[in-house]
């Protein structure tokens, strides 16, 4: 399984753009990335998967390089509301591989 | 969009007994669920993968004797945490993915489990 390496924490403001990028320099040809948010005293929630280029939804974006060795998590605007711990996992789409945490990053977002 | 249910979401009890947690897919089969464990602070830790009519395999270090899993249904595990001690108090959480959808999982809220 790929190893995932993310910050411990970042801080940031409202109204500001956060880029969270995560390592995966092991990742295999079949595994996508994919994050999760999770609130404290509740499950994780996924948010966006991708497996190259840039992916866009209604929460936020994900670049991925051509080599695939790093993903970057783009949170538009953030409000108070988004401070919880984001984790970067490979994921095969479809299927049924277990999910192994790292530590995530656990992100501040300040008045 | 897929829902997985826990219940409960919180439980408090003695040393030495048992625990049952639920984790229901409301609107989609599982034939594969996941079982995770979380200390304050830190990740998810994966204990087990929960499958229909056959055994749970668990992840190493975790007792089996201790966390009985059961799947008796494409809808249905169960998580049992028997003679409880308040080392397993935690917060635990189940997975599933609906196969209908192949983005990502879907988690259950958690059970925060408190043994005196």
């Known amino acids: 399984l790929a190893k995932t390496t993310q910050p411990v924490s970042m801080d940031s403001y409202e109204g500001q753009e956060v880029n969270i990028t995560c390592s995966h320099n092991n990742i295999a040809t079949n595994d996508y990335i994919t994050w999760y948010q999770q609130f404290p005293s509740q499950g994780p929630r996924f948010i966006i998967q991708?497996?190259?280029t840039k992916v866009t939804n209604e929460v936020a974006s994900l670049f991925i390089p051509a080599d695939r060795k790093s993903s970057t998590l783009s949170l538009p605007r953030v409000s108070l509301s988004d401070t919880a711990v984001y984790y970067c996992l490979p994921e095969i789409s479809g299927g049924y591989n277990k999910l192994i945490f790292g530590a995530g990053t656990r992100l501040a977002v300040h008045p | 969009g897929a829902v997985v249910s826990q219940h409960p979401s919180r439980v408090i009890c003695k040393s030495g007994t048992s625990v049952k947690i639920e984790c229901r897919s409301l609107d989609f089969q599982a034939t594969t669920m996941f079982w995770y464990r979380q200390f304050p602070k830190q990740s998810l830790m994966l204990m087990a993968t929960s499958n229909e009519g056959s055994k749970a395999t668990y992840e190493q270090g975790v007792e089996k004797d201790k966390f009985l899993i059961n799947h008796a249904s494409l809808t249905l595990s169960t998580l049992t945490v028997t003679s409880a001690h308040p080392e397993d108090s935690s917060f635990y959480i189940c997975s599933a993915r609906d196969q209908g959808n192949s983005y990502g999982y879907t988690f259950g809220s958690g059970t925060r489990l408190t043994v005196v």
């Open positions: 991708g497996y190259k």
